[in-house]
Structures are given as C-alpha cells and as structure tokens.
C-alpha cells in the first residue's frame, strides 16, 4: 500500500526550497509539479513523498517590452504570460503540444518544444537567466537579463529538459521576440506520404522558408509563414497551398494522445525513420527540425521496433505519457547516454540523497 | 617553476620532440592572449590529434599540472593566459576542416579552424557559419566554443552556443567524451551546453559539430551618422523597441570613424559624432520592408547622411572598417584595454552618457564600437603601456565603466568571457549560492581544478575589485 503523495503549494521562491530542504533532510522523495501536463513523462518514480506544485508562484516579474526580455515566476502557465506579451505586440516562440496548461517552469524541465521550433529554435536558444531551488535550500540564478551573456557557466542548459533532476526551477528570463508584420497560415493534403514528403522539401527550399512546418500521417501539411507583407505573400504564391485559417495551430497545439512518444533524429534521417513506423500509425513531425511525435499503438514491441530504429539514426526514442507498465517494460528514455557516468557525477552533486524525481530521469 | 625532466622527456615522447617548447626565450611568445596581463607557460605542447591532448592532460593529472588550452591567443579576457604556470596547450596544428555536409548543412571541425576559413569553405555549399567574431581572420572554432564568443550578427543569428551541435572533449582525467550530437532533444542532460563557454575550465575541445545556415540571397547595409553617441544610442533603443531586429546594428564614435576612415578609407563621415552600421537580410521583399522602417525610426531620431552600400565592394568595405577597427585604433595609441559588458538596450543612452563621463574623469581617450543592438559594449580606453603610472589609471576606468554596467541591470561580459579579468567582479552580480552551484559543476568535471586555474571565480590570491560590491545582483534583484 502506497500512501498518496503530501501536496505542498508554496506561495514564495523562498519557502519552496525550504520545502524541498526540508524533505530532502527528511530522506522523502519531491516530484515538482507545474501544469501536470508531462506528468507521466520519464520512469514512474521510484518514490514519490511530497508532490511540489508551483502554481502559486504565477506572477509576471518585469516585462520590459523596450529590452524584448521578459522575467516570469515558474508556475505561469504560457498562456498567461503569451496573453501578457501580446498587450505590447510580442511573444515567446514556445507552442507546445497536449496544451493547454504547461506552465513555464514544467515546459524547461521537460524540453518540450513545438513547431514554432523551426524557425526560432527551443529554448535553448532564447532561455537568457534562471533561478532554481536546489535540494540543500539555495536558490541559486545564472545568466541575467540581458540578450547575450558569458558571466559564468550557462546553468540554464544544465536543467533544460533535465526532468527537475538537479533543482526545481522556480523563475526564468526570455528573449522574446515581435509578433510578425504579417503572418499567414497555408495547408495542403496529399494523397500519398511520399507526395506529402517532396512537397515539405519544397516548402523549406523557399528562400524564407516557413516558420513552422508540420507534416500529419493523414499526408496533411500545414506551414505558417512569418514576415514582410510582400516576402510573406510571394512565398504563399510559390508554394501554392491552400490559405488555412491560423486556428489550426490551436487544435494542433492540443495533441496529446493517451499514449505517445517522441523521436528525435538528425532532420535529415527523419524520412527514413517516418517510413519505419507501422503502417497506419498515427503521427505528426516537424520536418525542418527532425522529430515525429508517434501516437503509440501496438504496444512495447512496436516501441521497441521504433526505438531501435531511432538508435540506429544516432537518435532517441522518449515516451512522453502512457500507463506505467508500458513505461517500465520498454522503458521512457531507451539507450543511457555514453556520457551517463558524467551525468551521474552531476546529479550527485546536486541531489546527493536523491530527492527529487528519484527514478524518473537518466540520472 | 619549470617542469621536471622526466615529465618534459614524456610530452615529448607524446606529441614529438619538435611540438614541446620550454625554452624561456620562446615561451615569452606564448605569455599572453589580446588582454592586458600575461604569464608565462612552464611549457608549450602541440598535440596533433585527440590522443596526443588525452595523454598529455592523463600526465598533467598525475603531475598536478595545469594545463590552459589555447587557441589564436586572440582572446580579451585572459582566458589563455596560464596564471599559475603549467601547459600552454596550443590546439593550433588541429586545423581540419574534416567534413562539410551540405545535406544535413553541418561541419565538423578540429579546434584549431580559423572561424573564417570555416565560412570560406562552406560557401561553395551556399553555405555560411554564422557566429562571426571581429577576429575572424585569425580565431579558432575550438577558443569560440570555449568562451562561446558572438560577434556583429550574433544579434539575429546567435551567439556560439546556438551554432554548436556536439563536441568532443577531453576532461581532466584525460577521458575523450562526444557530447551532444546532429539529433535534437538528446537524452540526457545537456553536457554540450554546459561545456560551450565554460573557458578551458572544464574541458579541452578537440572536435566540433556545427550547423551552417544558407547564405541569404540578399543584403542590404546601411551607414548612418549622428550628431553625438547618446543620440545613436536613442535610434538603437527606437530601432528595437520597434520589435525591428537587424542582422547587425553596429556603432562606432568620433575617435573609432577617424581612426578606420585613415586606415580604411570607406567613406565614414568623419564628423560624426557617432555612426550606425546596419545590416538586414534575407529575400528582397524583406530587405526592402525592414530597411524601410529602419530608415524610419533612424532619421526620427537625428540621423543624417544615410548611405547604403550599392554593391558587395561597398559592403564589404563598410564590414572591413567595423571587423578591423580595433587594429586601426593603433594609429591613436598602441595600447587598449575594454570590457565587454552588456546592457538593457533601453539603457544605452544612459551608459554611453556614463562611459563617456568616466573617460572624461580619467582624462582617457575611449574608443567606442559594439554591438549596439545586443547592448553588447565595447569601450577601449586607449594608453601606452611603456607608460607605467598609466595602466591602473585604464584599469580603474575599466572597473568603473563595468560597474555602470551592472547597475543598469547588466551583465559582466557578452561575448569576451570572465577569464583572469573580470572574475574578481563576478560578486558583484553573483550571491555566493549562485557562485557555489557553478563551483559544483567545475567539481563535478575537473575535481582537482587543473583545467585552467584560477578563471572565472573569485580568487582571494589575487587583487580584488576595488569598488565595494553590493553582492549577488543577480539574486536579489526585484524580478526574482
């Protein structure tokens, strides 16, 4: 008999890493919690005492729409803070998908990233300062609020999609970006995978190419072009495809099935590994970026067939929900990492009692 | 204190006797990089591949022997400069281009590729590498990823670490690792990111994976002059507020434009107070439209003189005289000593006031050209160094001008790195919690610290920054 999880909302930065000091003194296992939009994401947990949840901590710290830098507590969810950024024409390129409700905090922990990706990358790439309470009871920043920055080692790649396994991000500071001149949305269905396949190559030979491009199993295309009024609407006449209206992207954004995976393979082994999934699977990728995200029907096997072909294209295989057997048969992250014992070294030396998602993650 | 025989006989039994230099009149060459301060190596090693750098680091653990990897030596901030004696390791005979894919649109590259000889090869391809460091005619990839340097159109493209996607390393036990990969979203923790910018600290580089973007078929770069620098800073502001992000936004003063116009002649008006080199590209229609607006918002804030480049001659002499302005600064004095500290770009207006007045104070000519639109600084104050009394006056300057820079919100370096310079300021924006995590990751790699000592953090053996800091900015300020 497993006795449920202690829920603990703290209202302040501060008093969650008390909290999380407190139960790692106490040898009790934390599982962090934002939207509990990834929560079957990752091993089930070995443990799990306290269910650490930062919807408290909600606010927009400073928008500072001259600096295009935007400072927001964890537990903001993306819709708040995009409704924010809109007042003053701006957003954060960030759409994932089984939305809504990811909160900002659980979106970096757990890398999930959208289509938008093709254009402005993950947020790797306009992540610029963090804050994060560690096991011990500090909270600990890096980077800043400004664009570009070297002061010091880049923590913020280090608890990027790092499944909360090192600390518990409690704020974070972006690069946002204008919301474009023009923007325009175009889809195309194709009546064979290998048509559909040809026609996304053509899209991203554009000289602008789209700014996100998605290809369905149903041979569906959708690109939505971002830009000057006239580069914009040159690129949509070149293409051809129909006009769509932009609300695809909301349903789209809603993907999530019950059960489903992620691969992620060079963009150019992405056809091969399109063609290895079985057939009449269920799946939408992001070409121009290399990753399919598979509604998982045929059971561990089928996973294990698909993971081993991702593998094989120097890729990965991540599950991102499903029941709990599925996760602990085939497993949720596939082959460990070669650098995995350097992992290890930092994971101990940052949750040395193993607090925090023990079991979840790689480390 | 020079090395022991057996060890110096071993290194070169490792790379060949020809490629370990020890002595004291050569290692003279390799005492600095482009900072102010040197030191001298106990001795040079040339590795030629990635088992040579294994064993020769695998020795330096044994010996507890510090081992500093160098590239061009072009670095700002000290970065290469052995500080406490030890291995210079100077990557500079692994320079092969090993392959360039114009399908998957990737490079891997030994460390010590020139950053423009890169860019060169890719171009049969349509291809370019986008970080482009004013250095680039004679920086390595392998010292870019180490202090993830950015350069003119890092404003629109990124900085290093968007470019990098692996690398192979060897640690400080001499252990080779690839880290990261061509695959997005690698399990796992991102070792790769970590390691870019973490100054020879943590590792030493010895491949590198990067992403090449297309050429773009257009580009469109304009010069702009303005009465004085707080009014180019206002168009800057003016520019990004409009949510307008160029490919470069670039500014340089009065005393930078006379020094390039009679080294370069490119046609910058020289009595300006301030110019702005802008640059926007992409395919016509968007060249057109943001070029537009940017002529807008830079005439509405008191630019005159506009000219745009009519062809890639013109350009590239625009680029010549902003990539080789700090050269040309010779010619006013041989000496120059900058910072590279970052702010809000709402604030340039104010910092530049700031900067200026601090020059004034000092009675030091100041050299100003940066990457305005990143509010990425770069103030050169100018001096002799056969003048002895004069050094710290430049130093104080420096510290004061950087301290502006954190008070308006900024950080300590955008592009240079902490290296031996700045890391006595890093308190002043770090909390002693935020400094002790990053601690625990140099642990975590390097548990014996012989990856270039003495970098980055505090060192209490050293001098100290000399104005008092109000601790841990960074932590304690109100968006947190």
Redesign the interface.
């Known amino acids: 008999m497993v006795n449920a999880p202690t829920i603990e909302k703290p209202a302040t930065a501060e008093e969650l890493a008390r909290t999380l000091r407190e139960a790692s003194n106490s040898r009790l296992a934390v599982i962090p919690v934002g939207g509990g939009r990834a929560s079957e994401m990752g091993d089930p947990p070995d443990r799990s005492d306290v269910e650490l949840r930062t919807s408290r901590l909600d606010r927009v710290l400073e928008h500072s729409q001259g600096d295009m830098v935007v400072s927001v507590e964890a537990g903001i969810t993306i819709e708040s803070l995009q409704s924010e950024l809109h007042k003053k024409g701006q957003f954060l390129p960030l759409d994932p998908f089984n939305s809504p409700g990811h909160t900002v905090g659980g979106l970096l922990a757990t890398g999930w990233t959208g289509p938008l990706r093709q254009r402005f990358g993950s947020p790797r790439d306009f992540l610029i300062g963090i804050r994060v309470a560690l096991p011990d009871g500090r909270l600990a920043s890096a980077g800043g609020r400004v664009v570009k920055n070297v002061s010091g080692y880049d923590m913020m790649k280090l608890h990027l999609g790092a499944m909360g396994s090192l600390g518990v991000i409690v704020a974070a500071s972006f690069k946002v970006f204008p919301d474009a001149l023009h923007d325009v949305t175009v889809e195309l269905a194709c009546k064979s995978f290998e048509e559909a396949w040809v026609a996304s190559e053509t899209a991203q030979a554009l000289p602008l190419p789209p700014a996100a491009l998605e290809l369905l199993s149903s041979g569906r295309l959708i690109a939505r072009f971002l830009g000057s009024k006239d580069a914009v609407e040159r690129m949509v006449a070149e293409l051809g495809w129909g006009k769509a209206d932009p609300s695809v992207w909301v349903e789209h954004s809603r993907r999530g099935p019950s059960t489903w995976a992620r691969i992620a393979v060079p963009r150019h082994r992405l056809h091969a590994t399109l063609q290895s999934l079985p057939a009449g699977a269920e799946w939408w990728a992001s070409p121009g970026v290399g990753i399919v995200h598979w509604s998982i029907a045929g059971g561990a096997d089928a996973v294990r067939d698909a993971r081993a072909d991702a593998e094989a294209a120097a890729g990965s295989l991540v599950i991102m929900a499903g029941p709990d057997d599925l996760r602990r048969e085939v497993g949720a992250w596939g082959r460990p990492p070669p650098t995995l014992d350097l992992m290890k070294r930092l994971k101990h030396a940052f949750d040395p009692a193993r607090t925090l998602n023990p079991g979840r993650f790689v480390v | 204190m020079p090395l022991e025989a057996p060890v110096l006989a071993q290194l070169r039994r490792i790379v060949g006797r020809d490629h370990v230099i020890d002595s004291a009149h050569d290692l003279r060459i390799f005492e600095r990089d482009a900072s102010i301060e040197g030191a001298t190596p106990d001795a040079v090693v040339l590795p030629a591949t990635n088992d040579e750098v294994a064993a020769v680091i695998k020795l330096a653990a044994q010996h507890r022997i510090p081992v500093v990897p160098r590239g061009a030596g072009t670095g700002l901030s000290g970065g290469a400069v052995t500080i406490r004696g030890g291995i210079a390791l100077q990557m500079t005979r692994m320079r092969h281009i090993l392959e360039i894919d114009p399908?998957?649109q990737t490079a891997l590259v030994e460390p010590g590729v020139v950053n423009q000889e890169l860019s060169l090869a890719a171009a049969a391809h349509g291809l370019f590498y986008a970080p482009d460091p004013s250095s680039q005619k004679a920086c390595t990839i392998g010292g870019n990823a180490a202090?993830?340097s950015?350069g003119p159109h890092?404003l629109y493209y990124?900085?290093t670490?968007?470019h990098v996607l692996g690398m192979e390393v060897v640690?400080a036990d001499g252990s080779v690792?690839?880290?990261s990969?061509?695959?997005?979203?690698?399990?796992?923790?991102?070792?790769?990111?970590?390691l870019?910018?973490?100054e020879g600290t943590l590792c030493a580089i010895t491949k590198i994976k990067v992403r090449l973007l297309r050429v773009p078929?257009t580009f469109a770069t304009l010069l702009a002059a303005f009465p004085t620098i707080e009014a180019a800073s206002h168009a800057v502001?003016a520019i990004?507020?409009?949510?307008?992000?160029p490919a470069a936004l670039e500014m340089m003063d009065q005393v930078t434009v006379g020094a390039v116009e009679a080294h370069y002649h490119a046609g910058y008006p020289t009595d300006a107070g301030a110019v702005l080199l802008v640059e926007v590209d992409?395919?016509a229609?968007?060249t057109?439209?943001?070029m537009a607006a940017i002529r807008n918002q830079l005439t509405a804030n008191n630019g005159y003189a506009l000219r745009e480049a009519k062809n890639s001659v013109e350009r590239d002499l625009l680029w010549a005289g902003r990539k080789g302005a700090i050269g040309a600064l010779g010619r006013i004095k041989p000496n120059y000593y900058l910072h590279d500290g970052?702010?809000?770009?709402?604030k340039l207006p104010q910092i530049m006031s700031a900067v200026g007045e601090i020059g004034e104070h000092y009675k030091l000519p100041v050299a100003n050209m940066f990457?305005a639109g990143?509010?990425?600084l770069h103030p050169n104050i100018l001096f002799d160094m056969r003048d002895s009394a004069v050094l710290h006056q430049v130093e104080s300057a420096g510290e004061e001008m950087l301290r502006a820079v954190i008070e308006f919100?900024?950080?300590?370096?955008?592009?240079?790195?902490?290296g031996l310079e700045?890391s006595a300021f890093?308190p002043w924006?770090?909390?002693p919690?935020?400094?002790?995590?990053?601690q625990?990751?140099?642990?975590?790699?390097d548990q014996d610290g012989i990856m270039n000592p003495g970098k980055?953090f505090p060192d209490p053996g050293r001098k100290q920054a000399r104005l008092p800091g109000r601790t841990?900015l960074?932590?304690e300020?109100?968006?947190?």
Not at chain 2, 240 to 245: D, L, N, R, S
Not at chain 2, 440 to 445: I, S
Request: contains cysteine; glycine residues 16%; charged residues 20%.
């Open positions: 399908i998957g202090e993830n950015g890092c990124g900085v670490t968007n640690l690792h690839w880290v990969g061509d695959a997005p979203d690698r399990v796992g923790l991102d070792l790769c990111g970590v870019v910018g973490s078929p502001s990004i507020a409009h949510g307008i992000v992409g395919i229609e968007s057109h439209e943001l970052v702010v809000p770009r709402s990457h990143d509010g990425n919100g900024g950080a300590l370096s955008g592009e240079h790195g902490i700045k890093m924006v770090f909390s919690d935020d400094l002790r995590a990053m625990q990751v140099k642990d975590a790699f980055i841990g960074a932590s300020a109100k968006w947190w």
